[in-house]
């Protein structure tokens, strides 16, 4: 499939604590996404990274980018019970501009 | 702007009868990507389009799923008729090329 995969699938950490989640994909990119979602609401745009890049930080949210192992992470630093939410990559096909979802990385940050 | 919009929020409908979603993506993007959320299936890309051209519809699940792009700033995404396991939330999501793709808030359609 083409889709971001990410890992683990749930994570469970308690407040204060760093969060690392990983996503593989299977072909080249142009950029990769990563996006949060509160249980039962939108998709919220978090980071956007392009291939040539290989870090870039936001706030408390760090993302990577490793184009040769075809994998990215999200590490949120220093978490809240606010960042409790499902979170997604979504890689951009290499020449194409849409982009697919895997099945999330479920987060449970506990006060 | 006022981010993407979509209409309406919540849809509830009978079975066999005709559902139009609608989409209107942020200005001055012009890709326009139909998604839809379901617990079994995840996030599956129905249709995107590039300049109101639909560039790639293979996730389109059935001939009863349409959908139109008629200007840069409308889509529509029509299910006739409509069936129990078209139950989703249904998102559209707008971008420039290689930028930041931002989502509507979601149609969460029931069909009874």
């Known amino acids: 499939s083409q889709q971001g995969e990410e890992d683990p699938q749930a994570l469970s950490i308690q407040e204060g604590e760093n969060a690392t989640m990983n996503c593989s994909y299977k072909t080249s990119i142009n950029n990769l996404q990563w996006y949060r979602q509160n249980s039962g ?24 980018l490793d184009t040769s192992k075809k994998s990215s992470s999200l590490l949120i630093t220093a978490s809240r019970a606010a960042d409790t939410a499902s979170y997604f990559c979504a890689p951009s096909l290499y020449n194409f501009n849409k982009f697919y979802f895997g099945s999330g990385t479920k987060l449970n940050v506990k006060p | 702007d006022a981010g993407v919009i979509q209409s309406p929020r919540h849809e509830v409908t009978e079975m066999g009868q005709e559902v139009t979603l609608r989409c209107k993506p942020i200005s001055g993007h012009n890709s326009l990507f139909w998604y839809r959320q379901t617990m079994m299936r995840g996030l599956e890309l129905l249709i995107y389009f590039n300049n109101n051209v639909p560039i790639d519809d293979s996730g389109m699940p059935e001939d009863r799923f349409s959908a139109k792009m008629p200007n840069a700033s409308f889509s529509t995404l029509k ?9 989703a939330v249904y998102f559209c999501a707008s971008r420039k090329q290689n930028t930041e793709a931002f989502f509507g808030q979601g149609t969460r359609l029931t069909v009874v």
Do not use: A, C, F
């Not at chain 1, 609401?41 to 990577?64: A, D, F, Y």
């Not at chain 2, 299910?79 to 139950?87: G, K, L, T, V, Y």
């Open chain 2, 79 to 87: 299910i006739q008729p409509s069936e129990p396991r078209d139950s």
């Open chain 1, 41 to 64: 609401r939108g998709l919220v745009h978090l980071i956007l990274i392009r291939s040539n890049e290989r870090e870039k930080h936001s706030g408390r949210l760090r993302v990577t």
